[in-house]
């Protein structure tokens, strides 16, 4: 029986994925949703304590992360659970791994070893501070990066203290970037039929995330702070009081603090010296505030999304996320698919960020059971039935 294919764009590409928890699995979640044949390999259920890292099975963390796989056992620590892999990696494409550096090097899985076995292979890894390095050794874990990568610095209000994101923004990060390194580097092998070692870390992702937060200081000398809901260094931009609730205005560049003003009926505040050019603005941004807030409160905010819109000031709700999934733009752009669990009921989860015209995306397995694929899988890879009963009498499987 044919293996449903996500998309037909990375049909040709075979993956071994032993990631777990978040940002390894995020990774290989970008190749599995474009088509690649995705192995899960996972120790066999006798070798584990409970439940998988990262959370439940069943609960809507793994479900959304471990999409259009399947799913093998296989213990690299017995040998010939290493064999076994080892004899995978002579016909698969990319590697992917999230273990601290020593543990691969201690299995020899490292980049090292693999290219010995194929020189085509591309090894993908993800770790929390880098390969090498005096923090090699350390453990990784989001908000530990959130805090040394100086996201928590620049989050929260003025003279709150250090403040985590509401979502584990370096694992994501560190996930999507190793992505897009094994994709390059699979467009380099078409050259050069070379295989070579992508790798990232927690920390390197979100240093890059830092953005024009972390050029501030390299390039003028500026340490960042806190600035809460205003942007830091754009007034008048930020969340701002409505007759039922709150709303967001973006209005960047003078035109747009023009026409914001406009909106209100409001042509004081024009000739007003404090909010005279987009530094005066800053300067006397609490002040500002207050008084766009003294206007916002006259109407709901359905009113002021459309009125400000209209007049062509960005604006926006601010949704909780079921109200958020509600939304009719959400919705024209189907980022709830929905695939068929082993029951044939159906469970949505989030869909792909992008789409291609020709190649799209689409969910076409439900995440597998833990080894549910694991003969199936293991007869593609050139073992035969004798090779596979070996294997479980060995406990390798």
């Known amino acids: 029986m044919p293996v449903p ?22 990774c290989v979640r970008q190749l599995a949703d474009w088509g690649a044949n995705v192995i899960k390999i996972e120790q066999p259920p006798a070798l584990t304590s409970g439940e998988p890292p990262g959370g439940p099975r069943e609960g809507p963390d793994f479900q959304n992360l471990h999409r259009n796989k399947r799913a093998i056992t296989l213990n690299l620590k017995a040998p010939e659970g290493l064999a076994a892999f080892r004899k995978m990696v002579k016909k698969a494409d990319v590697v992917v791994e999230n273990f601290r550096p020593d543990v691969k090097k201690r299995l020899k899985i ?29 453990p990784g874990f989001d908000q530990i990066a959130q805090g040394m990568g100086g996201l928590m610095s620049v989050t929260g209000l003025p003279g709150q203290g250090p403040v985590r994101v509401g979502i584990p923004i370096a694992d994501l990060c560190a996930g999507l970037f190793c992505a897009m390194g094994i994709l390059v580097a699979l467009l380099e092998r078409e050259k050069s039929g ?20 972390a050029s501030r ?102 949704y909780s996320i079921d109200q958020m999934f509600a939304d009719p733009q959400v919705r024209h752009l189907k980022m709830d698919p929905a695939v068929k669990r082993k029951d044939k009921s159906l469970m949505k989860l989030v869909g792909q960020p992008m789409t291609l015209s020709r190649t799209p995306s689409k969910l076409v397995m439900r995440p597998p059971a833990i080894g549910e694929h694991t003969d199936a899988v293991l007869k593609e890879f050139g073992f035969k039935p004798k090779d596979i009963a070996a294997l479980r009498k060995a406990n390798a499987i």
């Open 194 to 213: 070379q295989g070579q070692h992508v790798a990232t870390s927690l920390l390197q992702a979100q240093i890059f995330m830092l953005d024009f937060q």
């Open 110 to 138: 490292d980049y090292k070893d693999l290219k010995k076995i194929n020189k085509k292979i591309i090894l993908g890894s993800i770790s929390g501070f880098g390969q090498d390095g005096p923090y090699a050794g350390r």
């Open 5 to 26: 294919k996500a998309s037909r764009a990375l049909s040709r590409f075979t993956v071994l994925d032993l990631t777990q928890v978040r940002s390894g699995p995020t």
């Open 217 to 318: 200081w390299l390039v003028k000398g500026e340490v960042a702070g806190q600035a809460g809901n205003n942007h830091p260094t754009s007034m008048p931009t930020g969340v701002y009081k409505t007759a039922d609730g709150h709303i967001n205005i973006a209005s960047t560049g003078q035109k747009i603090w023009e026409r914001l003003v406009g909106a209100f009926n409001a042509p004081e505040m024009l000739t007003n010296p404090d909010y005279a050019t987009a530094a005066t603005r800053s300067k006397h941004r609490d002040k500002l505030n207050q008084e766009i807030d003294s206007h916002t409160v006259k109407r709901t905010s359905a009113e002021w999304i459309e009125l400000l819109n209209e007049a062509g000031v960005p604006s926006g709700p601010i």
